[in-house]
């Protein structure tokens, strides 16, 4: 699926989780490690992929059957996010493509940045481990802005840090949220088909302008 109008685009944003970068391995590892504290099997990382994009609540969900309003969460979260977070990017990759789409995009002097759900304390490690802190023109986090994706307001803190208008901005994600945020805030939304997207989404219902089945795809959508 194309849409005529990406020729107009001078800047492309990411999602981290399941877009970016394949965070899920790590991700999991927290989660079957808090399995393995109470004394649980850890679980496949098949089962736990689909959640990867929605952070350790989701990853709790489906690992420990609790959610956030249930007693005792707070001690499961604290158990996993200190495991995440001394474990980052032991077993994350970038996305196979990811590296030649942004190469692509710093040839052609296309502007890209970052923006997630993911907290800054998260964000800026893993994307330093990655190699690519430096090299993205923002990292726009879940605590950056007083909102988070699904609302607009962290699209359009990164169009003002790169400069450049939200119509001329594209977005990649791979979960509604990330459509609904880059429709709210008047960009492009482009869904990455090779993320974290469960066998039952819907994707004609997320209204995107396209949809990849490999971060290369991106670059024949984009202005020379």
């Known amino acids: 699926m194309q849409d005529a109008g990406l020729e107009s685009v001078k800047a492309v944003l990411f999602d981290l989780d399941g877009t970016f970068a394949d ?3 790590d991700l ?4 079957n490690h808090v399995r393995a504290c109470r ?6 990382l ?3 992929r ?3 994009s929605h952070g350790s609540a989701g990853l709790l969900k489906v690992g420990m059957n609790v959610t956030p309003d249930a007693p005792g969460y707070g001690a499961l979260r604290d158990i996993f996010l200190d495991y995440y977070e001394h474990n980052i990017c032991v077993h994350t990759r970038l996305f196979t493509g990811m590296a030649e789409l942004v190469a692509g ?4 002097s296309i502007p890209w940045g970052i923006v997630t759900n993911k907290p800054h304390l998260y964000t800026l490690p893993l994307m330093q481990s990655l190699g690519y802190a430096d090299r993205a023109a923002c990292l726009v986090s879940g605590d950056t802005c007083s909102n988070a994706k699904p609302h607009p307001e962290p699209m359009l803190k990164a169009c003002k840090i790169i400069n450049v208008a939200p119509e001329h901005c594209l977005y990649l ?5 990330d459509m609904q945020a880059a429709n709210a805030a008047l960009m492009r939304g482009v869904i ?10 819907v994707l004609d219902n997320w209204h995107a302008h396209a949809i990849i089945d490999n971060p290369v795809e991106l670059l024949s959508l984009l202005p020379l």
């Open 50 to 52: 689909p959640q990867a």
């Open 23 to 25: 965070t899920a391995p």
């Open 173 to 177: 994600g791979d979960d509604l949220r």
């Open 39 to 44: 004394d649980l099997p850890p679980l496949p």
């Open 105 to 108: 995009l710093e040839q052609r």
């Open 28 to 31: 999991a590892a927290a989660l």
């Open 192 to 201: 990455a088909r090779y993320g974290y997207i469960s066998s039952d989404a």
């Open 46 to 48: 098949e089962v736990l």
